[in-house]
């Protein structure tokens, strides 16, 4: 395979002022307009229920299991 240079040479390449700028008009627009994007869609607030209850779930079973091993330390 053989390497080529993928930078356009300045002296060729059309639309160039000297010293490299570009007059005004020659390059597009950034990006399009958003207004023809058509209907945003709804996003939700706050966090799901399963992700949130098994946090929760989760949680529990920690404390419930510092809880159980406090009450086996004591009692010994």
């Not at 060729?12 to 002022?17: P, S």
């Not at 946090?55 to 010994?76: D, E, R, S, T």
């Amino acid at each position: 395979m053989i390497a080529t240079n993928q930078d356009p040479d300045p002296l060729t390449t059309a639309g160039l002022e000297p010293g490299g700028g570009v007059p005004p008009g020659e390059t597009p627009p950034a990006e399009g307009s958003t207004s023809e994007a058509g209907p945003l869609q709804e996003t939700s607030r706050g966090w799901a229920g399963t992700p949130l209850t098994l946090i929760v779930l989760l949680a529990v079973a920690v404390a419930g299991f510092f809880l159980a091993y406090a009450v086996v330390v004591n009692a010994q």
